[in-house]
């Protein structure tokens, strides 16, 4: 791997340092960097687990974590990178589903209202965060008490649970003052607003960080690990069987119980034991736009009504994002493409309230992603299910799918209390809703200290925020590499949001292999540019070949597959459908390919 720099795990002058994020009770380090994978993946070969979870999205980690924070051995493999099918590409929000109260749903809604409270209060306090939306209202009288009655029955669900603390009540407001709060909208669009509050949350980091809570508590995580079989003793499943994908090995992994938590690949990791089990799901594809805050002025965001949905407006640093869509996908699980008609039809529905409307020319990134639906007899994805399912198809083996990103930790926690009743012995009740994740615990006494460290440190008030609310109290890793590499310091220079520290800091402590992982999930460059992120690329390349210890020619290649990789997307968003915009994204091959099947035809 070449010499390992001395900020991977020495201090300056050579001597040990101590590990930020160890566990108290000594199980393990939350770091997940290349020597962590090694170790992984030397464990799974040589001892047996009591779980392990195939997939490594917000599902997958949330098992990881429920299952080692309950006493258990666990080992979690994911095919791709972690997080990067559904669980990177969401609307970004922690909510209620205020649209489900008109299905008459409230158990749903209840249940992701206290997790909501959670996330702010116990669990995610340095990722999470509340953020506005105003509701636009259209009609007289009718719609204002409609609307109303809803938000708040909303309100009211919140309270009663207490999960509503740091998260103002809804309000009434006349058109004259909803224009104060969002100018752009168009006046003569909606007669007045009520505008309420949900939370929002950078998916693609909580993942990682769930993970790296499970890796604290012992749990052994690989990426690039392919299940490509299940170990049977008999009808039972025994463990499972994974290709390094980095290399080729292939190794045996033994588990007393073995979960698939993965997605919309549900039924093919069900094809693999033998047929399509008791759960079958349907891709539903959502694509997101995102332009310059400048683009639309309005203090909050602001959520409208289509024929089929709702679309979101919703405020993401200097920038907002816009979504989304809801249509079958039957091509490339792996990437789904975002069409030219897909990007016209939310910029024809959010332009119907904007007094300046948006053109594709204001559109600096687009991201498509599946959400796994639980198929009923309904053709339309709008009217499958949001709710999950936990199966015990054959012995050894649990399955959980549906679900929404909110409700992520009830998802884990159904599906460990299924592998429970497979393992003997007595097994303790889930904890994580008392578990704070790494980085959260003192992050209120460190964000009020906020100036100390930007005195401290030489870095801006506005850079400590910054990693404050993405790194919590871990940013005290960061704070040492930058004064190990004062050259870290130093921004990015064409994607100025991120430091140059984040950059190898995710490939260090946060499970990185790639370029593009880099680039498209631990941070967000990918889409936050104008240029999609080439113009940084170069410069992350050469930041992270010490790491991984690659060589000219293997930085070269990392660089000229994200090239293809953007380029091969915004061929897509210029096609008329999705069987031209599938074809045009393929033209861009996976650095790294799975055996999965890329399309799988309706059934």
Known sequence: ???????????????????????????????????????????????????????????????????????????????????SGTSSRSSKLIHGGLRYLEQYNFDLVREALTERGLLLQVIAPHLVRPVPFLFPLTHRGWERFYVGAGVALYDSLSFSMRASRGVPPHRHLSRRQALKVAPSLKRTSFTGAIQYWDAQVDDARYVMTVLRTAASFGTRIASRTECVGFLREGERVTGVRVRDLEDGRELEVRARQVVNATGVWTDDIQH?????????????????????????????????????????????GRHWIIGTTDTTWTFDKAHPAA???????????????LNVPLTPDDVEGVYAGLRPLLSGESEETSKLSREHVVAHPVPGLVMVAGGKYTTYRVMAKDAVDAVVHGLDGRVAPSCTDRVTLVGGTGYQALWNSRYRLASSSGLHVARIEHLLRRYGTLIEDLLELIAERPDLASPLARADDYLRAEVVYAATHEGARHLNDIL????????????????????????????????????????????QRVEAERASQTSENDQ????????????????????????
């Open 272 to 316: 693999l034991v033998g047929g399509r089990g008791q759960i079958h799901v349907r891709a539903s594809k959502g694509i997101h736009l995102v332009v310059p805050r400048d683009r639309i002025h309005s203090s909050s965001g602001v959520i409208l009504r289509t024929e089929k949905s709702v679309l979101f407006v919703i405020p993401w």
């Open 1 to 83: 791997m070449g010499r390992v720099p001395v900020w991977e795990g020495v201090g300056g002058n050579g001597t040990a340092k101590p590990e930020r994020g160890i566990s108290m009770i000594g199980l393990g380090s939350s770091r997940l960097g290349p020597r962590e994978r090694e170790a992984a993946l030397a464990e799974m070969a040589a001892e047996e687990f009591d779980v392990v979870v195939v997939g490594g999205g917000i599902t997958g980690a949330g098992v990881a974590l429920d299952a080692a924070t309950r006493g258990l051995k666990v080992a979690l493999v994911e095919a791709r990178d972690f997080a």
């Open 580 to 603: 031209e915009a599938d074809a045009l994204r393929r033209g861009a091959p996976d650095l790294v390919p799975t055996s999965l099947p890329a399309n799988e035809p309706v059934r």
């Open 520 to 563: 498209s999930r631990r941070t967000r460059i990918s889409f936050e540019t104008w240029d999609r992120g080439l113009g940084a690329a170069e410069e992350a390349a050469t930041l992270v070949a010490p790491v991984f210890g690659w060589s000219q020619e293997e930085a070269k290649r990392e660089l000229e597959h994200y090239i």
């Open 339 to 353: 069409s030219k008609a897909d990007i016209d039809y939310l910029l024809n529905h959010v332009n119907a309230f």
